[in-house]
């Protein structure tokens, strides 16, 4: 069973301990069950079903189980993930995940290579979904959440003062939408935290 919520805070800080190939396949098992159960998940790590051993899963593009995993080289670019987890259900944070990382894992010969893409293509997304995901559960194993990973993304200060008839742009939150309005009814559009200004439209704006 997935621990989740108070259950799992109670172990979640906790580092997991370094297991045989032989009980790590075992632990595997037991994972790849219970996230085939969950039907929501894209990835699993063994303190989530409250054993602390060094066992994760992930099954993005394929089933991949990893024991005893370390992230042996990471990038220095950053890109922004939006992530969910079955421990702490309906709660999403935003984190800063490495673009490309290596992971050596006891029951893989060789390396493993995962690497985040931005393009739009299905193939791109998955590669970035996969990247996140392992780092994800990697961090379970070392006693870090995404909780540990958020990123507090600040409002944008409205510097400038508009006059209550001044034609602006805003978009919103998922920047897939804007609109183009009066100040007088951009702003409490603005204030709800949905919509932001679309800075660059309006700098070029004709003054």
């Given at each position: 069973m ?6 799992f ?28 159960d969950s ?14 051993k ?6 993005v ?62 193939d ?26 958020e ?23 998922d ?15 603005i ?9 660059w439209?309006?700098?070029?704006m004709p003054?």
């Amino acid at each position: 069973m997935i621990l989740k919520d108070v259950k799992f805070k109670q172990i979640a800080n906790q580092k997991g301990k370094d297991v045989s190939i032989k009980e790590g396949e075992q632990i595997a098992t037991k994972l790849f069950k219970q996230l085939s159960d969950s039907k929501d998940g894209v990835g699993l790590a063994a303190p989530q079903i409250g054993i602390l051993k060094n066992v994760c899963i992930i099954n993005v593009k394929e089933p991949i189980a990893l024991i005893n995993p370390k992230i042996v080289k990471k990038s220095h670019e950053l890109f922004t993930s939006t992530e969910g987890c079955l421990s702490f259900p309906k709660k999403q944070v935003t984190t800063k995940r490495y673009v490309y990382i290596i992971v050596k894992a006891d029951n893989h010969e060789s390396k493993l290579y995962f690497s985040a893409n931005t393009d739009s293509r299905t193939d791109d997304l998955d590669n970035t979904l996969e990247c996140a995901c392992v780092q994800h559960e990697i961090d379970h194993l070392n006693g870090i959440t995404m909780f540990d990973r958020e990123v507090k993304i600040e409002p944008i200060k409205i510097e400038k003062q508009y006059g209550r008839n001044e034609t602006i742009v805003i978009i919103n939150k998922d920047k897939n939408r804007t609109r183009k309005l009066k100040w007088k009814k951009a702003k409490p559009l603005i204030d709800t935290g949905d919509w932001e200004l679309f800075t660059w439209v309006n700098e070029m704006m004709p003054k």
